[in-house]
């Protein structure tokens, strides 16, 4: 850094959550803020994401030895890194729910002196600035999930509100050894939830029913997701051209990609909007179904399996 403190309004040590959140608020109402890390940056190789690098063998962790209040040395187990431990939650930003904020005389708790309400922008302000999305629950979850609310219907299961991009979780499962070549295993187990879209190899898909009816709900939002022209050829169509397909949309979680011309599906030509509707409404009720494009100038098929 070559230039001086005189030059900031502000200094904040640490670039963790409350170190971060204080500088956008502090440079959105104009002032100048230096930000101070003593970490670095953590790699790019996706080594922070090995359970045995992080957990077992911890050289991502702080080494320092501290000081406590009987002069005994001990290891805090902290991480220095930019983002501070930003990096190292589970990235699950939940809210308190409207009822929550409520006294609960059976727990002989009293209620808050603020209201959900009164926290609603803060909340709105952080899922933006966040790029917070909701998950579908992973499957082995969503196994227990049924079973418990079987047994007590009080309980529910929701989408996971995560401060992180869908694309992470678009890779193609691993298989558990032993299992059947093909199977629709991942590293925990079958993949027998309803909800989600589960990519089992290069042109095979599970899309769970309960995210396929949630989309053709609201076809007006679905639409906003994509981009769909006739493609021209010899002045005819020959189907749909995509484009501007938004990140972490259905469409992306079903492996379509901006410059694909979907030609048919189940055999049949789509190259009227009539047909593209009747497509679209046959996923209601279908178990499978295949799709016929082109793709960098060559065909191709992705097939789907609705459970």
């Given amino acids: 850094m070559t230039s001086t403190f005189e030059d900031y309004d502000a200094i904040i040590v640490g670039?963790?959550?409350?170190?971060?959140?204080?500088?956008?608020?502090?440079?959105?109402?104009?002032?100048?803020?230096?930000?101070?890390?003593k970490g670095r940056e953590l790699p790019r190789d996706e080594s922070t994401l090995d359970i045995g690098?992080?957990?077992?063998?911890?050289?991502?962790?702080?080494?320092?030895?501290w000081i406590d209040g009987r002069d005994q040395e001990f290891k805090p187990e902290e991480y220095f890194n930019v983002g501070g431990k930003t990096k190292w939650y589970g990235a699950a930003l939940l809210r308190y729910s409207p009822n929550e904020f409520l006294p609960d005389p059976a727990h002989q708790c009293r209620g808050w002196p603020i209201?959900?309400?009164?926290?609603?922008?803060?909340?709105?302000?952080?899922?933006?600035?966040?790029?917070?999305?909701?998950?579908?629950?992973?499957?082995?979850?969503a196994r227990i999930s049924a079973t418990m609310t079987a047994r007590c219907p009080e309980w529910r299961s929701e989408p996971m509100p995560l401060g992180l991009r869908r694309r992470r979780f678009m890779r193609p499962p691993r298989f558990r050894p032993g299992a059947r070549p093909g199977g629709p295993?991942?590293?925990?187990?079958?993949?027998?939830?309803?909800?989600?879209?589960?990519?089992?190899?290069?042109?095979?898909y599970l899309i769970g029913r309960v995210t396929v009816?949630?989309?053709?709900?609201?076809?007006?939002?679905?639409?906003?997701?994509?981009?769909?022209?006739?493609?021209?050829?010899n002045s005819s169509s020959n189907g749909f051209r995509l484009s501007e397909i938004q990140p972490g949309s259905i469409f992306q979680q079903i492996g379509l990609e901006d410059g694909d011309i979907v030609t048919g599906a189940q055999g049949q030509q789509v190259n009227d909007p009539m047909r593209?509707?009747?497509?679209?409404?046959?996923?209601?009720?279908?178990?499978?179904?295949?799709?016929?494009?082109?793709?960098?100038?060559?065909p191709l098929q992705l097939y789907y399996t609705i459970h």
Avoid: W
């Fill in 15 to 37: 670039s963790g959550a409350g170190g971060c959140a204080a500088a956008k608020t502090l440079i959105d109402a104009g002032l100048r803020v230096a930000l101070v890390e």
């Fill in 115 to 141: 209201s959900y309400e009164d926290l609603r922008p803060y909340y709105d302000a952080a899922t933006r600035d966040l790029g917070v999305r909701l998950f579908d629950c992973e499957p082995d979850l």
């Fill in 53 to 65: 690098k992080v957990v077992h063998q911890g050289i991502f962790k702080s080494q320092e030895s």
């Fill in 185 to 204: 295993f991942g590293p925990y187990g079958a993949l027998s939830s309803n909800v989600g879209v589960h990519r089992l190899s290069s042109d095979r």
């Fill in 213 to 233: 009816d949630r989309n053709l709900s609201n076809m007006a939002s679905l639409f906003t997701q994509i981009r769909a022209v006739p493609n021209l050829q």
């Fill in 276 to 298: 593209a509707m009747a497509l679209l409404n046959s996923l209601r009720n279908s178990p499978s179904i295949r799709l016929n494009l082109i793709r960098h100038g060559s």
